[in-house]
């Protein structure tokens, strides 16, 4: 006989061992049995951390069958949350005591593809996108002053929808606007948001936008090497930490990006740096500044830019304490999903598909280890 958690909506965890998930013994758990607020929530995953960073396979099934009742997927922001916790703890604990869990969620991550005004809200709402743009955005307006053109060097996971907002204030600058060259790689880390169109699509709705603002505009595209750029539909999620873009770094030079010397070079990472690894296989950090972060920083300090511009979260999702990570993980994913509850109905399909984004985010912090992270 098996006994299923379901903590989400396509996904089915069953049970080898349902004596397991008897009542949880209230000496252990004391204190987390009344009102599940979001400080008892967070104490119940700290609780079952400790018990997978101590292999204890029973304590923590007896933890996740708390969390599993509080779980839901169009409950209020700590119940949705807590589902995809709930995933994610489950898939780990899989890998700790296969005996006990057989974990039936799809090895196969599939995200739907966004449409180019999907995206647009999507990076409205979710606060860190709609600040780092804000940021970034009124630090390059400064640093270019003066100058007559102006070539971006762009590394971001949201498809250049930072752009529109800056080439409209460089549209309604007193000395006229500069001439505006944006280049970006078409490889970037295979996490969500995922787009619909290509970068040349992008690139044409850009061009358009600048055109409507009287900006003059280039747009490039480098590196264009499908392998480099895997198919969002379908990315394993044991390999979604790969990032291939070795042969990127090759395209990084002077020649390659056609620098010019009466141009303004701007390069401006967004949430980019973390999804290249300082790590090597192992999972231990690389001292000898030969990992593919440090190689990358030293390609783009060598570009010689009049401002480096470099937007991440806040918060250290990477640590090596897996009751650590889970901490930070709660307290600021939490943000996101309290937004869109703001914006968006409990019953919303978009609101849905958006979680869902951040709930593969979670899987990634929780479920892996070093190099196989995120």
Not at 233 to 245: N, R, Y
Not at 301 to 312: H, R
Request: hydrophobic share 40%.
């Amino acid at each position: 006989m098996k006994t299923e958690l379901r903590g989400s909506s396509n996904t089915s965890i069953s049970l080898q061992n349902p004596s397991l998930f008897n009542d949880p013994d209230e000496s252990s758990l004391k204190g987390c049995l009344g009102s599940l607020d979001g400080a008892c929530i967070e104490k119940l995953l700290l609780h079952c951390a400790s018990a997978l960073e101590q292999n204890d396979g029973t304590l923590a099934q007896q933890v996740m069958w708390v969390l599993n009742n509080v779980a839901s997927l169009v409950g209020d922001p700590n119940q949705r949350l807590t589902s995809w916790f709930l995933r994610a703890l489950i898939s780990r604990a899989s890998k700790v005591c296969p005996a006990a869990t057989d974990f039936d969620g799809s090895g196969t991550i599939r995200r739907r593809q966004m449409s180019v005004t999907e995206l647009a809200v999507y990076v409205d709402l979710i606060p860190w996108h709609r600040f780092g743009f804000c940021a970034s955005n009124s630090a390059i307006f400064k640093a270019i002053e003066g100058y007559s053109k102006v070539h971006i060097l762009d590394f971001s996971i949201t498809h250049c929808m930072q752009w529109p907002t800056l080439i409209d204030a460089l549209a309604k600058r007193p000395e006229g606007p500069p001439s505006l060259r944006i280049t970006v790689p078409s490889c970037r880390p295979p996490v969500p948001p995922f787009l619909n169109v290509s970068c040349e699509e992008v690139g044409l709705r850009l061009s358009n936008f600048a055109k409507f603002k009287d900006v003059p505009f280039e747009f490039n595209v480098i590196d264009d090497d499908p392998s480099c750029f895997p198919s969002p539909e379908t990315i394993p999620q044991e390999s979604s930490h790969e990032f291939h873009f070795e042969s990127l770094l090759n395209h990084l030079t002077p020649s390659m990006l056609n620098l010019r010397d009466d141009e303004a070079l701007v390069i401006n990472c967004q949430n980019w740096l973390r999804y290249l690894s300082n790590t090597d296989q192992k999972g231990d950090v690389v001292q000898d500044s030969s990992s593919l972060r440090d190689a990358f920083l030293r390609t783009v300090k060598f570009l010689n830019p009049c401002i480096l511009v470099v937007v991440d979260e806040d918060s250290d999702l990477s640590a090596p304490s897996l009751s650590s990570r889970i901490a930070a993980c709660f307290n600021y994913l939490w943000i996101p999903f309290d937004a869109l509850e703001t914006f968006l109905p409990k019953d919303s399909t978009q609101r849905v598909e958006y979680e869902s984004d951040i709930g593969q985010k979670i899987e990634n912090i929780i479920s892996f280890e070093g190099a196989a992270e995120n």
